[in-house]
């Protein structure tokens, strides 16, 4: 499967879905390998909805999915009267994915957004069906489901959705196997779909709001990182604080900016290297003097997106919902509402703007980096390492945040003004919102890279100012990334050490 990028990550705490808010730290801790359980409120709205589903079929009327078909042929009936079939042919139909499988992180992530959504009983699925769901998080059933051909919902669901119901295929046990075998080997008993329980289960944006999820969670760990980063740079580099002074930021106080800043100066608290060049220039180049505006500006836009993604995590998506009402006697009885609640526009424009903002931290980053390593800028030996000639140093690791810089930026075209129409021109508006959230979460793992490599060279070059002591906390990071690396031969030997 394709890696994640996130790192391995294992949170033992349970997980509880239903009436309470989900945040996107839950959601990433499920994807992994967080166990999961549903809140008994939660399953006493399911189940209620659930019993009451058949009032809506006695009514006679047409209620999308449920006693009609879907997209373009919601006016046809269905010729069919065993449910179950109905809605494994709709899975079946659906499924039509194509390219690499999501990975393990990202179809987790999307079944605990199902879950969370399904939870709040306003589907009509059975308590069986969500339940089968945590189950299969529960023991390691991961389905099968390719990551391209979505244009927001309904492709990667629906692949998922089969292995539910023991077609499809799924990993278990590091085995790619049929979804039933799959089931089987972990114990989970076969069922089969009852009341438009496939159609729930690929109407939301789970796929959107899963994949988003973990896009944010990387740029929420990533943006400090940043800071730790540009910090390590701005010393090295023989850079001055004046630009983050408390003062200065009052005059022009965004939420982000007026952060960083502070963050910038507690991490350089105590360096003797800002103290002893504090007069080596009038002013910083951009890449260091506004780390607070860029970083800033991320973190502000972090936090819109982070928002968004957690009211889509807590929302319900599904089309049409039941609410509780009466019926003619005043009886008990549900009330359909259909809608456009599936559309994933809110969140997929978020996660093209997190595109965007992950995009400015990467490129600042990699101009740090080959700032850093030309001597011609950086007063420092060519590319780090004294003596060199046959020794390239760190000539080759700016080459590396180069490339993936200009990756991002390709990957901050936005992906939700490339709409098209489908299904003969009833669902003429896509979100593409599948396609903004995997793009978002390539985007934060390159970023991972970047500032990695910016982290080494700004390291690296701190050495040249000993015996001078950095700050208090690019002193911590130069200690910590020296003793992990400078073990290793090749660090010796691109050091010269």
């Known amino acids: 499967m394709i890696g994640t990028g996130e790192g391995t990550v294992m949170d033992t705490e349970t997980v509880l879905l239903g009436s309470a808010p989900t945040s996107i730290r839950e959601i990433v801790a499920i994807a992994h390998g967080a166990p999961v359980a549903l809140d008994e409120r939660a399953i006493r709205a399911i189940d209620r909805t659930h019993r009451l589903l058949p009032t809506v079929l006695r009514s006679g009327s047409p209620v999308y999915g449920l006693n009609t078909g879907v997209g373009d042929l919601y006016t046809i009936v269905p010729d069919t009267h065993d449910p179950a079939d109905a809605q494994l042919q709709m899975l079946r139909s ?86 039933a075998e799959a089931l089987r080997r972990a114990g989970l008993p076969g069922q089969a779909p009852g009341l438009r329980e496939g159609h729930a289960l690929i109407s939301g944006t789970f796929e959107i709001s899963g994949i988003g999820a973990l896009a944010v969670g990387k740029v929420q760990t990533l943006i400090d990182v940043a800071d730790v980063a540009g910090a390590t740079s701005v010393e090295a580099l023989r850079g001055n604080t004046r630009g983050f002074d408390a003062r200065l930021q009052a005059l022009r106080p965004h939420p982000g900016q007026v952060l960083t800043a502070r963050r910038l100066r507690a991490l350089l608290a105590g360096s003797e290297i800002i103290e002893r060049f504090r007069d080596h220039r009038l002013q910083d180049p951009l890449s260091l ?116 810089a200009a990756e991002n930026r390709a990957h901050a075209a936005p992906a939700t003004v490339h709409t098209v129409s489908t299904c003969a021109g009833q669902e003429d508006h896509v979100s593409m919102g599948t396609t903004a959230a995997i793009k978002a979460r390539r985007a934060a793992w390159n970023a991972g890279h970047i500032l990695a490599v910016e982290l080494l060279c700004a390291a690296q070059a701190l050495d040249f100012h000993a015996p001078l002591r950095p700050g208090v906390g690019t002193g911590a990071a130069h200690a910590a990334i020296g003793g992990f690396f400078r073990s290793s031969q090749q660090w010796r030997s691109i050091c010269g050490r």
């Not at 089309?319 to 969140?347: I, K, M, Q, R, T």
């Open 94 to 179: 659906h499924a039509s994915g194509v390219g690499d499988p999501h990975d393990e992180a990202a179809v987790r992530a999307i079944m605990a957004c199902t879950v969370r959504s399904l939870a709040r009983g306003y589907s009509g699925v059975s308590v069986r069906l969500v339940q089968t769901l945590v189950d299969m998080l529960n023991r390691g059933v991961v389905p099968y489901a390719p990551s391209q051909g979505s244009v927001g919902y309904l492709t990667a669901t629906a692949h998922i959705g089969l292995a539910v119901f023991g077609e499809g295929q799924a990993w278990f046990g590091g085995e790619l196997l049929p979804g």
């Open 289 to 404: 003097r506004c780390i607070p505006q860029v970083h800033g500006a991320v973190r502000d836009c972090l936090d819109y997106v982070a928002g968004v993604v957690e009211c889509e995590i807590n929302s319900v998506t599904d089309n049409p919902v039941f609410v509780p009402g009466e019926d003619a006697d005043g009886a008990p009885s549900l009330v359909a509402l259909p809608g456009g609640n599936g559309h994933g526009a809110p969140v997929a424009t978020a996660l093209d703007c997190l595109a965007i903002a992950i995009a400015e931290m990467s490129t600042m980053s990699q101009a740090r980096s080959d700032r850093l390593t030309n001597s011609h800028l950086s007063e420092l030996p060519p590319f780090l390492v004294a003596g060199s000639g046959a020794n390239s140093g760190f000539m080759i690791p700016p080459y590396v945040a180069a490339a993936l």
